[in-house]
Structures are given as structure tokens and as C-alpha cells.
């Protein structure tokens, strides 16, 4: 895992620590190689595949995050790497996957769009599909964050996770389980992309009509399969606004001098918004800062 992930820091958050009235701590994964978590499950799903299946190369479907996260790990593992983007994905992340070595294909606007896409080029070039989230092995690597925050801050009450597709909250809520079961663990997800809440409301996963929020990598229009059955019952959920992220995103880069996309923003929006009220230390998931600094300094202008 760690000659290719960085072990990332959970940064002490003075300013919050005093709002909140407990020891709040910022878990930078915008400091991973690819600028976000993703390259957790990414480099756990191609090194867990057979040799004769990864050398035929993978394909994946992926708003930025994820996309950049395979075609790095493809990179180290020396293997071709295809990924399925939408038409509207932002230039650092289309730039981003490309950096890396990674073949982009764009796909119309929508999750369901680029997995259609994804599974044509799969089923005709032999391709391994590397789903975003909803698979064993992603989960499996998105949840040593959860690993690593129960050694760093061993008394941690809460942990806060953004939510979109939901394979990161699935591993955190699996890791942490089995080592701090009385943690509690908070989903924040985009008042315009309430997937996994209204997966909890319904108690099965179910369809959004539509998603839209300026936290472009929190969008999916459901929650995965196996990730809703990792946390039902098992987690909290909250939403923020998009002036709450976009305050927030600013907030971090002005206050915290830390990058973050309007994603990785989310759970300090929850925290600084009162969404949170926790009994004791927090942890909040900054999880990708895939963000160009002028459009957050601009932002910061207008919050």
C-alpha cells in the first residue's frame, strides 16, 4: 500500500477546536500523489488483480478523482489505463488523468452515461472494469484512512466523511468498526445530492432524478449496492448547502492554508455549520484538493 499511498496527516484545527469545544483534527488526503483518496481503492483494486488480467489493462468511469487516482496506479503497475469522463469535467482533472498516462474518453453528464461507456469499451478491448466505488477492493483501500485516523487520534469520538457514491464511508465505517465501535461516524453529502440519505430514508438504495452541486465529486445519482449495506445503521447524515461548502473551501485555504475541492470541503462545511455536535475529538475527511488555488482565491472574494 504505502510504496505508492502517502500516509496522510491529521492536522490539529485550532479555529474549529475552539468552535466546536472539543480537539478537531483535518485528515489531508489532499496530500495523496493524485490529490485525493481514491488512489486508496484505485492501487488496492490493480494490485489485487490476477497478472494475466491486469496486464490487459483497465477502464473506469470517473467524474476526476477516481480517474486519476486508476491511471496513476495503472502508471506503477505499468498497464493501460482508460477513463471515461464527463463532457463537463474540470481541466485540472481532465489534465490530471492524462498526467498520469491515462487514455480520457469523454461521455456525456451523468454517472450512468460514463458506465454505459465504460462497459462498451471494456467488453471490446478486454478491458478490467475499476468501478468508483462500489467494489470490495475499493472499499477495502478507501478504509485505511479509517485505520490510520484510529492510530493518529486513538480517542476519536466522531469521524466526518463526505458521501457520493459512498465507497470511502463504507471503508472508514468498516475499518473503524472493528477497532473503535463507539465512534460515530457522520455522512455529509450536498443538499443537492442526497443519495445516501435517501437511500437511509427508504432502507434500500434508490435513484436521484437529478444531482447538482458545485461539489463536483459527490454527485452519483445512487449510492453503491454494497456500500449502503456496509453502513445502514451504522452511520449519521447530514447535508450542507453549496454556500456552506463554497464558505468553507474559501474558510481552508484562507484560515488552514489548506487546498481543498468543494468535495473535500464538505465535512468542515457540516462542522462550521453545527451539523456535527460531537462529545469529543472529530476527525473531518478532507478528501481531495483537486482545485485550482486562483479559483479558490476568487472564491474567497465572494464568500
Not at 467524474?63 to 491511471?71: D, F, K, R
Not at 464527463?86 to 487514455?103: D, L, N
Given at each position: 500500500?504505502?510504496?505508492?499511498?502517502?500516509?496522510?496527516?491529521?492536522?490539529?484545527?485550532?479555529?474549529?477546536?475552539?468552535?466546536?469545544?472539543?480537539?478537531?483534527?483535518?485528515?489531508?488526503?489532499?496530500?495523496?500523489?493524485?490529490?485525493?483518496?481514491?488512489?486508496?481503492?484505485?492501487?488496492?483494486?490493480?494490485?489485487?488483480?490476477a497478472p494475466q488480467v491486469r496486464a490487459r489493462g483497465v477502464v473506469t468511469y470517473s467524474s476526476g478523482?477516481?480517474?486519476?487516482?486508476?491511471?496513476?496506479?495503472?502508471?506503477?503497475?505499468?498497464?493501460?489505463?482508460?477513463?471515461?469522463?464527463?463532457?463537463?469535467?474540470?481541466?485540472?482533472?481532465?489534465?490530471?488523468?492524462?498526467?498520469?498516462?491515462?487514455?480520457?474518453?469523454?461521455?456525456?453528464?451523468?454517472?450512468?452515461?460514463?458506465?454505459?461507456?465504460?462497459?462498451?469499451?471494456?467488453?471490446?478491448?478486454?478491458?478490467?472494469?475499476?468501478?468508483?466505488?462500489?467494489?470490495?477492493?475499493?472499499?477495502?483501500?478507501?478504509?485505511?484512512?479509517?485505520?490510520?485516523?484510529?492510530?493518529?487520534?486513538?480517542?476519536?469520538?466522531?469521524?466526518?466523511?463526505?458521501?457520493?457514491?459512498?465507497?470511502?464511508?463504507?471503508?472508514?465505517?468498516?475499518?473503524?468498526?472493528?477497532?473503535?465501535?463507539?465512534?460515530?461516524?457522520?455522512?455529509?453529502?450536498?443538499?443537492?445530492?442526497?443519495?445516501?440519505?435517501?437511500?437511509?430514508?427508504?432502507?434500500?438504495?434508490?435513484?436521484?432524478?437529478?444531482?447538482?452541486?458545485?461539489?463536483?465529486?459527490?454527485?452519483?445519482?445512487?449510492?453503491?449496492?454494497?456500500?449502503?449495506?456496509?453502513?445502514?445503521?451504522?452511520?449519521?447524515?447530514?447535508?450542507?448547502?453549496?454556500?456552506?461548502?463554497?464558505?468553507?473551501?474559501?474558510?481552508?485555504?484562507?484560515?488552514?492554508?489548506?487546498?481543498?475541492?468543494?468535495?473535500?470541503?464538505?465535512?468542515?462545511?457540516?462542522?462550521?455549520?453545527?451539523?456535527?455536535?460531537?462529545?469529543?475529538?472529530?476527525?473531518?475527511?478532507?478528501?481531495?484538493?483537486?482545485?485550482?488555488?486562483?479559483?479558490?482565491?476568487?472564491?474567497?472574494?465572494?464568500?
Amino acid at each position: 500500500m504505502y510504496e505508492v499511498v502517502v500516509r496522510t496527516p491529521a492536522l490539529p484545527c485550532s479555529p474549529l477546536s475552539n468552535a466546536l469545544g472539543v480537539p478537531t483534527y483535518l485528515k489531508l488526503e489532499n496530500r495523496q500523489p493524485t490529490g485525493a483518496f481514491k488512489l486508496r481503492g484505485a492501487w488496492t483494486f490493480i494490485r489485487r488483480l490476477a497478472p494475466q488480467v491486469r496486464a490487459r489493462g483497465v477502464v473506469t468511469y470517473s467524474s476526476g478523482n477516481h480517474g486519476q487516482a486508476l491511471a496513476y496506479a495503472a502508471q506503477r503497475a505499468e498497464v493501460r489505463a482508460v477513463v471515461v469522463m464527463p463532457e463537463s469535467a474540470p481541466a485540472i482533472k481532465v489534465e490530471g488523468v492524462r498526467r498520469w498516462g491515462g487514455e480520457v474518453v469523454f461521455a456525456g453528464s451523468t454517472s450512468d452515461d460514463r458506465r454505459r461507456r465504460a462497459l462498451e469499451l471494456a467488453a471490446a478491448e478486454g478491458l478490467t472494469v475499476a468501478p468508483p466505488y462500489d467494489h470490495c477492493d475499493i472499499i477495502a483501500g478507501q478504509g485505511t484512512v479509517g485505520l490510520e485516523i484510529v492510530e493518529d487520534v486513538p480517542d476519536v469520538a466522531m469521524i466526518a466523511v463526505p458521501v457520493g457514491g459512498g465507497g470511502l464511508v463504507a471503508g472508514v465505517v468498516t475499518a473503524v468498526a472493528a477497532l473503535r465501535p463507539k465512534v460515530k461516524i457522520c455522512a455529509v453529502e450536498p443538499d443537492g445530492a442526497r443519495a445516501l440519505g435517501a437511500a437511509l430514508e427508504a432502507g434500500h438504495p434508490v435513484r436521484l432524478d437529478r444531482s447538482h452541486s458545485i461539489a463536483d465529486g459527490l454527485l452519483p445519482l445512487a449510492v453503491g449496492e454494497l456500500n449502503f449495506a456496509l453502513v445502514a445503521g451504522r452511520v449519521l447524515a447530514c447535508a450542507v448547502s453549496d454556500e456552506e461548502i463554497a464558505s468553507a473551501t474559501a474558510w481552508l485555504y484562507r484560515t488552514m492554508r489548506v487546498l481543498a475541492e468543494p468535495s473535500g470541503a464538505a465535512t468542515t462545511a457540516a462542522a462550521r455549520a453545527g451539523r456535527l455536535a460531537p462529545d469529543g475529538p472529530v476527525v473531518l475527511i478532507v478528501s481531495g484538493g483537486n482545485v485550482d488555488p486562483e479559483w479558490v482565491t476568487a472564491l474567497d472574494r465572494t464568500t
